[in-house]
């Protein structure tokens, strides 16, 4: 069984930010613009409002109506911060230096800021890789952050994965409300994750073969301090073959 080659592919460091406010509409738009944009360094892009349609499988019938929700989503992202830091400096960067939304057209022009483009461009092992369409594939928005955040602690060779991280973590980089007890963390992310990530799709499909989350104690009273969360992605074939450092 083969799946499409839309590959997402970014420097880690993008892992920080929590999409706090996008909705699954807003990730799945975004992802796939990301995916268009993978090694075309800052370069100005333009894509047609059906290219970026069809890969998102956005579902919504009329132009307005897309064009809005992506207006919806730059909008979004353009009140994120993405900060970097050392030592010596730090630094506030917008990912886009350009994004225009020709509704005549039905184009979108998007250009990757020069300070920031190695987020979409460097080549090298601190990278997170996954397939486009098993996001889009996923419908709530945790399972979805979930996933990239998965995949970001994949071994290439054999396809399986373990994410170990403390809670306050976790909460930080879902954007997990403070309100939420362990008991909602389970029902409304893990259990609705491991459904998704589970079930097969109408090929047969499944986004992971296995999914386990195992918490971990403090050492002194009962509350959990950390998850450690296993996975391992279905065997499937990919075509075409790809070289998964260039893609």
Not at 190 to 200: G, I, P, Q, T, W
Request: with cysteine; aromatic share 12%; charged share 30%.
């Amino acid at each position: 069984m083969a799946i499409s080659n839309n590959v997402v592919r970014y420097n880690n460091g993008l892992n920080g930010v929590a999409l706090r406010t996008f909705s699954p509409v807003d990730m799945d738009l975004f992802w796939s613009i990301c995916s268009k944009m993978k090694r075309k360094q800052s370069n100005q892009e333009i894509f047609s409002f059906a290219e970026i349609r069809e890969i998102s499988k956005y579902s919504q019938r009329g132009t307005e109506i897309f064009a809005t929700d992506v207006i919806q989503m730059a909008d979004k992202l353009g009140g994120m911060a993405f900060y970097f830091e050392d030592e010596h400096t730090w630094e506030r960067l917008n990912l886009f230096q350009r994004f225009l939304v020709d509704k005549d057209k039905e184009t979108l022009t998007v250009k990757v800021n020069e300070q920031f483009e190695f987020i979409l461009n460097s080549i090298g092992t601190n990278f997170t890789r996954f397939e486009l369409e098993n996001m889009t594939k996923l419908k709530s928005s945790y399972s979805k952050e979930l996933y990239r955040q998965l995949m970001a602690h994949r071994d290439i060779s054999t396809k399986k994965g373990a994410w170990f991280v403390r809670v306050e973590d976790f909460r930080e980089l879902l954007a997990v409300p403070n309100s939420f007890r362990m008991t909602n963390i389970d029902k409304r992310i893990f259990e609705v994750a491991k459904e998704e990530f589970l079930k097969s799709d109408k090929n047969g499909i499944q986004i992971f073969s296995s999914f386990k989350v195992e918490k971990v104690k403090a050492r002194s009273g009962n509350k959990i301090s950390s998850f450690k969360i296993y996975f391992e992605e279905s065997k499937i074939d990919r075509v075409p073959l790809i070289n998964w450092l260039e893609s």
